[in-house]
């Protein structure tokens, strides 16, 4: 089958949902994943926080968190972190988890007959944010990490900032936070997602562009920091070309599973040592510590550089029979 004729069978899903936050279907209180019990309100999480005096960890997600095709980074986090036995225990014991769905994630299906699909998604990301039981945000974790950069870090966001007043929770990431040089992130969501837009003739974006100024130099230091952040899976590319990008050299006779391993700890390594520097500046900059919609425009947008508010996720341009007008 031609490159042509296989993107004519192409449908592209989901590019025009309303931006908004919307919970599991199913279950009003919970949606059950991995054995944890992922609160479906933020609002009942955090009244549930008050009652327990612990944090919420609140996963920020495009797609559902029960669903198979929800988008690349919540799937993996899904499939590794989630299902360590560690990870439990700190949800059960140390923090009221919940989740949200910042809005649906775009698939993408390709109908090779007989039966025969192939089904991708693109854009989106998953973000973890520790929010005190008053709904203020004390930290975020952008994209995929494992669990020997995961635990170490969450529980000493827990440890110092749970109980922490505002002015506390400010000088802390004041403390932590670092100019960063220019780094690509969204390895392993590229080697997924960076062919499909390739197949789709997709135009390569920058995505959201980063403010250039403000009216504090805290806060312009985040945003130069924060611009100097590029999102390699919204880069169109061949399968080939990603995974030697992100792996050093080509796939070959390599395990994939191994390969997999390898780049998803590239991933959390960057995430620990260039995106988390950016998320303590952002924090360290506010005037007073942000409730989660505002802090989904600064990590989504001024951060991982998603354009979730656009209607088609900077998409419109590939105009493929099943696109939305």
Known sequence: MTRKAIIGTVAVCGLATAVGVAWARGSSSATHVNGISWRNSLKDALAEAKRQG??????????????????????????????DPEFKKLVT???VPAWEMVRAVPK????????KKIRRTVRGNAVMYLVNPDGKVLD????????????PMVRASIRD?????????????KSLGNMIPRTATTMGKSVMESPTLDLLGAAPTDGVQTPSRSSSPERDRFLVAASRISDMSLTPMPASVAIARVSGKPLGDRDPKAVAAE???????VNM????????????????????????????ETILKIPYKDPYFGLKDVLLPGTPE
């Open 54 to 83: 612990k944090p919420v960890l609140l996963l920020s997600m495009f797609g559902r968190i029960d669903e198979e095709m929800a988008c690349a980074n919540a799937r993996t986090l899904r499939a590794t972190l989630f299902k």
């Open 93 to 95: 014991t140390e923090v």
């Open 108 to 115: 993408i299906e390709i109908d090779l007959g007989d039966g």
């Open 140 to 151: 975020a974790y952008p994209g995929v990490y494992t669990s020997d950069d995961f635990f």
């Open 161 to 173: 900032l749970a109980r922490a007043d505002d002015a506390s929770v400010v000088a802390y990431h």
């Open 263 to 269: 780049v998803m700890k590239r991933d959390s390594s």
């Open 273 to 300: 040592t260039r995106v988390r520097p950016v998320v303590h500046l952002w924090l360290a900059s506010e005037p007073s510590l942000p409730e989660i919609d505002k802090a989904r425009d600064a990590v989504l």
